[in-house]
């Protein structure tokens, strides 16, 4: 009887030992699998670390591409308007233009503008009017019915131009047969959209009770209860009219009775009236967010900034216009 129940433990545990053995086996084979899936892991974050650090330098070099960008932007902005401003300087002795009927000059516009321009505006000239060029732009018209082509001409003396310019903005149009006749500054293409987006905001200073002064070439001047503030870019100026709209009409005087758009000897010159542009700058916050474009006009800091450079502000003419409502 014991032999029989020593052999049936033997038995049993010759099983216990073949299974444990099997199960060791099959627990290397997981390992062998694990160790396999181990060194394939490493291999992928081998390569996604190379991945990552090739994204690195990439957006290392983007970073510096990105600021020599920013820099050259800047340089761009900064030429622009360093060419905006000597187109505008190249143009100060010109003046157009429009409604002279086409062919009305004959075969010389000089002698025609000589002989006409005085006797339509009502000023004598001396010395007499001389014309350096003188021409219509834009290609010709083969319908006469169309509206004429503008004439532009350029003065030989700049003085007569302002003198036929401020008649023109006190006592036009003019006519000549019917015709209504007008005359305008000559600027560039990028200072008459800013022209045109200041005059766009009229409405709004109006309905605001504001007095406005258009300087040339684009500058807007905006005036509220003798405080002043001058803006050279109409998106700053939209900006700085959205805050007062948004306060009630009651807090302001209403004692204006007329908008001034540009001055004359009616009106305050920009250094006469500093101190008024300085309290206006500490009272409505002269970190008005925008661009730099928005400063104080004087005689120790003329050109507003972008970035680090100053932009030089078109030409010193502060000729005031007076438009009618």
């Known amino acids: 009887m014991p032999d029989k129940d020593q052999s049936t433990t033997m038995d049993r545990i010759l099983q216990e030992i073949t299974t444990v053995s099997r199960r060791i086996e099959g627990m290397d084979a997981s390992i062998t ?44 902005i900064y030429l622009r308007s360093k060419l905006t401003d000597m187109e505008d300087r190249s143009r100060r002795d010109n003046i157009r233009i429009l409604g002279i009927p086409e062919n009305e000059e004959g075969s010389d516009m000089q002698t025609f503008l000589t002989s006409t321009l005085p006797k339509m505006i009502s000023l004598d000239f001396d010395p007499p009017l001389e014309f350096q060029r003188a021409h219509r732009i834009g290609p010709k018209r083969s319908d006469n019915s169309s509206r004429p082509r503008p004439i532009i001409a350029c003065l030989l003396r700049h003085n007569q131009t302002r003198q036929i310019l401020q008649v023109a903005r006190n006592h036009g149009p003019f006519r000549i047969d019917q015709h209504e006749i007008r005359i305008t500054a000559d600027y560039s293409k990028e200072t008459n959209e800013r022209r045109k987006a200041f005059l766009a905001l009229r409405p709004r200073l109006r309905k605001l009770e504001m007095k406005y002064g258009l300087f040339d070439p684009a500058r807007m001047w905006v005036t509220k209860n003798g405080v002043s503030k001058e803006f050279y870019n109409p998106d700053e100026l939209r900006l700085f009219l959205d805050s007062f709209q948004s306060q009630p009409m009651d807090s302001y005087n209403t004692d204006s009775e007329h908008d001034i758009v540009g001055g004359s000897d009616r009106a305050e010159t920009p250094h006469s009236g500093i101190e008024k542009v300085k309290t206006a700058l500490h009272d409505t916050g002269a970190s008005h967010r925008g661009r730099d474009m928005e400063r104080l006009t004087s005689s120790s800091n003329p050109h507003p900034i972008i970035g680090k450079r100053q932009i030089p502000l078109p030409f010193k003419a502060y000729n005031w216009v007076f438009l009618r409502r």
């Open 33 to 76: 699998s694990l160790t396999l899936e181990t060194k394939s892991m490493r291999s992928d974050i081998a390569g996604f670390q190379s991945r990552v650090t090739g994204l690195e330098q990439r957006m290392g070099s983007l970073e510096t591409q990105i600021n020599t960008s920013q820099v050259r932007e800047q340089d761009f």
